[in-house]
């Protein structure tokens, strides 16, 4: 309801379900709205009229590219997207749909991040070259060497 005194502003608009403005309804820089399907349009410079928002539930996403991070659509690439895969390690992700284990270590295979087995009392985590890290038994006397070189005696 318009204040007294005031002249209200009114924009271009339709009660039509489904309706989307023409460009010759519209100069450029205008609104318009549907208000039974809650949308808002505009004309851009080039003459388009384009979708700037909508309260529709199916819409709102009108285009959408994973790029390069492991994720791939795994519905249509318009209205509600649902993402499918694993977040690329380069894109701050794992590249892994393991689950890590309580206790265990997390360890990098040179393509994606992995997880060890849980370890015993008394073991260590050592060192199998290129391979995945193992729990193995302190050799003797270890793990005195580690509490002296940090200065816990």
Wanted: glycine content about 12%; cysteine-free.
């Amino acid at each position: 309801m318009a204040a007294t005194g005031f002249t209200p502003i009114s924009l271009y608009y339709s009660t039509t379900a489904s309706a989307v403005p023409v460009n010759t309804n519209l100069v450029a820089g205008e609104l318009a709205l549907n208000t039974t399907d809650e949308k808002l349009y505009f004309k851009n410079a080039a003459g388009t009229v384009k979708l700037l928002a909508s309260n529709a539930a199916t819409s709102g996403v009108t285009t959408f590219s994973a790029g390069t991070t492991g994720f791939t659509p795994s519905s249509a690439t318009s209205g509600a997207v649902t993402l499918a895969g694993t977040l690329a390690i380069a894109n701050g992700g794992t590249n892994s749909t393991a689950t890590p284990t309580a206790g265990g270590a997390v360890y990098g295979t040179g393509t994606a991040q992995a997880y060890t087995a849980v370890g015993t009392a008394g073991q260590v985590l050592t060192s199998q070259g290129a391979s995945a890290p193992t729990w193995a038994a302190a050799a003797s006397g270890a793990q005195d060497y580690i509490v002296q070189s940090y200065g816990i005696i």
